[in-house]
């Protein structure tokens, strides 16, 4: 058979993978699968573009890098602005599926979890949560002890020549990444002499700040849709999700402004 657009893309399985469980089915409920569908693909190609990210890194790739970092952050724009779609849902629209949802939540996403563990951002029961066996546990537990793209970051750094404290280049890697005050003199050395490699950290920080940014999104959205009700993950809801605002990925590079 000579390869046609729709064998090419698996079409017939894409496009037969949209399933509402409500009855009737409920209008919404299509609207509310697909974009977490596509949120999903988003998340497998940001996955996709930082392994290679920190291969770059790696090899002291800084054009590749900062080229591949531009893809990211146009992507996390998309996934941001795609929020503005699944507002158009008003409460009542979302109550009438919402309850054949059962315990089923984006807090069980694994592959949002393996970014923010890229991300640095590594827990222990982030991987308690799934099942033994499972892909979510398997894939998690894969990543644990893989560098942060910070490490990989730091790394590159080292490479270019700046003097890294060796407490951070052989920092535990299954640990969340922590601010660390010694890093910050070399950080600031960088800003200040280095136009490439800084330009590497503004657009981390970019980087960042698209991920807070989708988080607000995410829980003004949950607060428009449900207010403080209990989310089907078993959270407090907005109340939760509240607490994870505000929290950055790499917190160095936001402490130095205060002193460059
Ligand atoms: C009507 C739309 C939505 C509502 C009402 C909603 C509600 C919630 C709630 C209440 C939580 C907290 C956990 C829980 O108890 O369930 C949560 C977490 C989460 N949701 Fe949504 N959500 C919506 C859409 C989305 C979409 C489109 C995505 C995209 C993948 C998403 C991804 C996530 C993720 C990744 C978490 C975990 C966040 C964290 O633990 O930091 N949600 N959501």
Not at 19 to 26: H, I, N, Q, T
Not at 193 to 217: F, H, K, M, N, T
């Amino acid at each position: 058979m000579p390869l046609t657009y729709s064998s090419y893309l698996k079409l017939d399985e894409l496009l037969s993978l949209q399933r509402p469980v409500s009855d009737g089915p409920e209008h919404d409920e299509t609207l509310f699968i697909v974009i977490h569908q596509v949120y999903e693909l988003w998340f497998k190609e940001i996955l996709h573009e930082l392994d290679y990210l920190e291969t770059l890194l790696a090899r002291s790739d800084t054009p590749r890098a900062l080229h591949t970092l531009r893809r990211v952050l146009t992507i996390l724009k998309v996934v941001v602005a795609q929020i503005d779609v699944l507002e158009t849902m008003t409460p009542l629209e979302f109550l009438s599926f919402r309850e054949r949802l059962e315990s089923g939540s984006g807090f069980q996403s694994f592959q949002f979890r393996e970014l923010e563990f890229v991300l640095g951002m590594k827990r222990r029961e982030a991987i308690e949560r799934y099942p033994e066996g499972s892909e979510g546990r398997r894939r998690l537990e894969r990543r644990m002890p893989q560098p942060t793209l910070w490490d990989a970051f730091l790394g590159y750094l080292a490479a270019r020549g700046f003097a890294v404290p060796a407490a951070s280049l052989a920092r535990d890697v299954t640990a969340p990444v922590a601010e660390s005050a010694e890093l910050h003199p070399v950080l600031i050395d960088i800003y200040r002499r280095d136009p490439e490699a800084s330009a590497l950290c503004e657009r981390l920080v970019d980087l960042d700040e698209g991920i807070q940014e989708w988080r607000y999104r995410h829980v003004k959205m949950v607060q428009r849709t449900i207010g403080t009700k209990r989310g089907t993950g078993g959270s407090s809801g907005a109340a939760y999700l509240t607490t994870t605002l505000d929290r950055p990925c790499f917190p160095d590079l936001w402490a130095i402004r205060t002193e460059l």
